[in-house]
C-alpha cells in the first residue's frame, strides 16, 4: 500500500494527476524564468549604462554563455540524479535513504563547485579562445567568465537544494528565494554599473553575490522544515551508496544537458565569425527564447519526479498516464507562450538593444527557435519520464547523437558553403526533430513501464 505523504508536500501518488502537474511544473517554469529575467538584465544594463562599449558588453556576456551552460547544465543534471533518487526512496517509504541523499547532496555541490572553479580559472582564457571571440570583445568576456568562475560553489548549491524541495514536490520555496534574491541582484546591478561606472564586472559580481543569498535562505529553510528533506550539519557527509545512485542517475543526465552546451559552442563560434552585431542579436533572443525552454524543462521536470514517486511505489498505471498528461498540458502551454514571443519578439529585442539591425537578426533566431522547441519539448518529455525509471544512458547517448553530432557535422560542412545567420539557427530544428525521433523509437522499443510492471509479478 501506498504512503500517504506528508501534507506539505505535493501528493504525486493518489487522486489526479491532470490537476496537480501544473502545480508542480508552473512553479519551476516560473523560477526558470524568473532567473533568466534577472541574467537579462545583467545584458540589459551592460547594454544601456556602459556608454560606447555597450555592444561590446553585450557581446561578452552572450558568448559566455554556452561556457557558463557546459558547466552548470552538468552538475544540474547530477542534481537531477538527487531528485530521482529522493523520489523513489520516497514512493518506497524509505526516510533513511531520503536522508543519505539528501545530505550527499549537499556536499557534492559545494565539493564540485569549488573543484570546477579551480579548474575554469585556469582554462577561461583558453575556452574563450577556442570561441574565436573577437579582439575588441575578449578582455570583458574573459572577465566576466574569472568571476563567475568563482561563484560555481554557491551556485550549485542552490541548484541542488532547488532539486531537493522538487523531489517532493515543494516547488514554490525555490521561486521565492530566487525572486529575493533575483530583485537583490538588479539592484546591485545598477549599483555598480550605473553608478560605480563598473562594466561585466559588475553584473558577475552581483550575479554571485545573489546566488549566494538564494542558497543561504534554501539551506535555512532546509535546517528548518519538518519535511523528510530536513538537513543537519552533522549529517554532512557523503554516503557511498547514495552517491552512486545519485550519479549513475544524474551523470548522464549531466552529461544530454551538457552536450547541448557543446554543441552550442560551436554554435556560438560561428556565430561569433560573422561579427558583434550578430553576437549582440543572438544574445538578446536567447534571453527571450530561453523562457519557452523552460516552460517544456519544468514539465519534463514534472514527469521525471512523479513517475520517480510512482515507481517506487509500484505504480506503472501512473507513470503511463503522467507522459501521456505532460505531453498534452505542455504543448498547450507552449502554444500560447510561443504566439505571444513571436507577436511581441521586436518589441523585447529593442528592450536589450534598440539598433535596427540588431532586432532583425535577432527576429530570425526567435522564429527558428520556436520551431524547434515543440521538437524539445517532445524529446525532454519522453527523456525525463525514462529518468523517472532510474533509465539515464540511454536518451544521454542519442541526445549525444542528435544534438552535439548534427549540430557538429551542420556548422563543419553546411556553414561553410553559406555564411548566413539563418544557415546556423537552421541547425536547431533539424537536429531537435532528429533526436525527438530517436528517443521515441528507444522508448517504444524499451517500453520500461510494462518491462519493470512484468518483473513485479513474476
Known amino acids: 500500500m501506498k504512503r ?100 550527499t547532496s549537499i556536499v557534492i555541490s559545494l565539493l564540485g563547485g569549488a573543484a570546477v572553479a579551480v579548474l575554469g580559472e585556469i582554462i577561461a582564457a583558453p575556452l574563450l579562445g577556442v570561441l574565436h571571440v573577437p579582439e575588441e570583445v575578449f578582455p570583458l568576456a574573459s572577465l566576466y567568465l574569472r568571476i563567475y568562475f568563482a561563484g560555481l560553489p554557491v551556485i550549485l548549491l542552490y541548484n541542488f537544494e532547488a532539486a531537493i524541495f522538487r523531489s517532493v514536490g515543494e516547488t514554490k520555496v525555490p521561486l521565492i528565494a530566487l525572486a529575493t534574491s533575483g530583485v537583490l541582484n538588479v539592484f546591485l546591478n545598477l549599483f555598480f554599473v550605473a553608478v560605480l561606472h563598473m562594466t561585466v564586472d559588475g553584473v558577475a559580481i552581483a550575479t554571485v553575490i545573489s546566488n549566494a543569498v538564494s542558497a543561504w535562505l534554501l539551506f535555512r529553510r532546509l535546517r528548518m522544515t519538518d519535511l523528510d528533506i ?143 522547441h515543440f521538437f524539445s519539448m517532445l524529446y525532454e518529455m519522453m527523456s525525463g519520464y525514462l529518468r523517472g525509471f532510474g533509465i539515464s544512458l540511454v536518451p544521454a547517448i542519442l541526445t549525444m547523437i542528435g544534438v552535439c553530432g548534427i549540430r557538429i557535422t551542420w556548422i563543419q560542412l553546411v556553414f561553410p558553403q553559406s555564411r548566413t545567420f539563418q544557415t546556423i539557427m537552421t541547425a536547431f530544428p533539424i537536429s531537435l526533430s532528429a533526436t525527438a525521433l530517436m528517443i521515441f523509437i528507444a522508448l517504444i522499443c524499451y517500453r520500461p513501464s510494462r518491462r519493470f510492471e512484468k518483473e513485479l509479478y513474476k
Open 4 to 103: 500517504k505523504p506528508d501534507k506539505q508536500q505535493l501528493d504525486m501518488l493518489h487522486g489526479p494527476i491532470w490537476s496537480r502537474l501544473p502545480l508542480f511544473a508552473f512553479p519551476v517554469a516560473a523560477t526558470a524564468i524568473l532567473g533568466q529575467l534577472f541574467n537579462a538584465a545583467d545584458i540589459a544594463i551592460v547594454g544601456n549604462f556602459t556608454g560606447a562599449q555597450r555592444t561590446a558588453a553585450m557581446a561578452a556576456v552572450g558568448a559566455n554563455s554556452p561556457i557558463i551552460g557546459l558547466v552548470v547544465n552538468l552538475f544540474i543534471g547530477i542534481a537531477l540524479g538527487t531528485n530521482v533518487v529522493i523520489a523513489n526512496a520516497i514512493g518506497r517509504g524509505d526516510k533513511e535513504s531520503v536522508q543519505k541523499a539528501v545530505h
Open 230 to 372: 530536513r538537513v543537519e550539519p552533522r549529517k554532512l557527509q557523503v554516503d557511498l551508496t547514495s552517491l552512486k545512485q545519485v550519479l549513475r542517475i544524474g551523470f548522464p543526465a549531466g552529461i544530454q544537458s551538457a552536450v547541448f552546451a557543446i554543441s552550442n559552442i560551436v554554435i556560438q563560434s560561428a556565430i561569433n565569425s560573422l561579427g558583434t552585431v550578430v553576437m549582440a542579436a543572438s544574445s538578446a533572443a536567447f534571453n527571450i527564447e530561453i523562457i519557452t525552454y523552460d516552460i517544456l524543462l519544468s514539465f519534463s521536470q514534472a514527469c521525471t519526479t512523479f513517475v520517480g514517486q510512482n515507481f517506487g511505489a509500484k505504480d506503472f498505471r501512473r507513470c503511463r498516464k503522467t507522459l501521456v498528461l505532460c505531453i498534452a498540458e505542455c504543448t498547450a502551454t507552449l502554444a500560447v507562450a510561443i504566439t505571444c514571443i513571436l507577436f511581441f519578439g521586436k518589441p523585447l529585442l529593442a528592450i536589450f538593444n534598440n539598433d535596427p539591425e540588431v532586432i532583425e537578426i535577432g527576429y530570425i533566431r526567435l522564429m527558428l527557435i520556436m520551431l524547434a
